[in-house]
C-alpha cells in the first residue's frame, strides 16, 4: 500500500498514465487492483478529498484504511461526493479496512465490521483485515496501557478472532477476509483450526526488509501477500537512493 504522511504536502501517487489500476484475482475469484491508496494519518477533510480524487483521476481504485487510522468517517464523506457527482459508483472501487485489537472477541469483531462501514457510508467491505494478532482490552481506547505503559492485553487467540471474520463474511458484510501483520505459525494455526483460508496477509514488504520466507510460505498456502510500506515508510532511505 502506499503510505501517505498527513504533513499537507502533495502525497506520491503513482501514475498509471491514464488507464485503470491492473487487478489480479484472488483465489475466492474476488479481484483487487495491485496497487491500494493507503490513507494512514490523514486527519484533514480537505486533504483527504484532493488525495482521492487526484487519485481516483490517475487510475486508483483500491483505498486502504483502518479503524484505527481513525479517519474512515473522512473517507465516507470523500466517496459521498465522489458518488454524488457521478464520478465513481460503489462498484467501480475496492475498499480494504481492518479490524482494530480491541474488537477480537468474536462477536466484537462484527461491531468492528459495522462500525467501519458505519464511518465509510458503505453496506459492504471488499475486504476486511484482522489487523494485528493480538487483542487488547475491549473499551474506548484503542491503546489501553497500563501505568508502565505497556500494553494491556487480553488472552484472544487468533482463532477465535477469525471465526468473528468468518461470521462477517457469512453475514454478508465483507467480500473477502484476510489478516494483516501474521507471520506464519499464526498462519498455520488458521488453516489447520478455521473454515475459511485467509485469502490475504498484509506485511510491511519492500527491498530493506524482503520477508522471503513469509512470503513463499503465503504463496506455498495461497494466500496473497500484499506490502504496506512497499517503497518505504515515511522519509525511508528508499525514498532516495538512485535510479541506477
Not at 481513525?70 to 460503489?90: A, H
Request: proline share 5%; aromatic share 8%; glycine share 6%.
Amino acid at each position: 500500500m502506499d503510505n501517505i504522511n498527513n504533513n499537507h504536502e502533495k502525497p506520491f501517487i503513482l501514475p498509471f498514465n491514464g488507464q485503470l489500476a491492473p487487478k489480479l484475482r484472488f483465489t475466492d475469484g474476488m479481484r483487487i487492483p495491485i496497487i491500494g491508496l493507503g490513507t494512514y494519518d490523514i486527519r484533514d477533510q480537505k486533504l483527504m478529498d484532493q488525495v482521492i480524487e487526484d487519485a481516483v483521476d490517475v487510475g486508483y481504485r483500491h483505498i486502504d484504511t483502518a479503524y484505527e487510522y481513525q479517519n474512515e468517517n473522512l473517507i465516507g464523506n470523500t466517496l459521498k461526493k465522489l458518488f454524488n457527482k457521478n464520478k465513481i459508483k460503489r462498484d467501480d472501487i475496492f475498499v480494504t479496512s481492518k479490524v482494530w485489537n480491541t474488537f477480537h472477541r468474536r462477536h466484537k469483531v462484527i461491531e468492528g465490521i459495522k462500525l467501519s462501514l458505519n464511518s465509510l457510508g458503505l453496506d459492504y467491505l471488499d475486504l476486511a483485515l484482522v489487523h494485528w494478532p493480538m487483542a487488547y482490552k475491549e473499551g474506548p481506547e484503542n491503546h489501553p496501557k497500563h501505568p508502565n505503559g505497556s500494553a494491556i492485553n487480553m488472552d484472544i487467540s487468533v482463532v477465535e478472532t477469525w471465526r468473528g471474520m468468518e461470521d462477517t463474511y457469512k453475514l454478508g458484510l465483507v467480500k473477502s477476509i484476510g489478516v494483516s501483520n501474521f507471520n506464519s505459525e499464526q498462519l498455520s494455526r488458521l488453516l489447520r483450526e478455521t473454515h475459511i483460508k485467509p485469502i490475504v496477509n498484509q506485511i510491511e514488504c519492500n527491498p530493506y526488509l524482503s520477508q522471503e520466507k513469509l512470503v513463499n510460505f503465503c504463496k506455498a498456502q495461497g494466500i496473497q501477500v500484499v506490502a504496506w510500506s512497499p517503497i518505504g515508510r515515511g522519509n525511508s532511505q528508499l525514498l532516495n537512493e538512485p535510479l541506477s
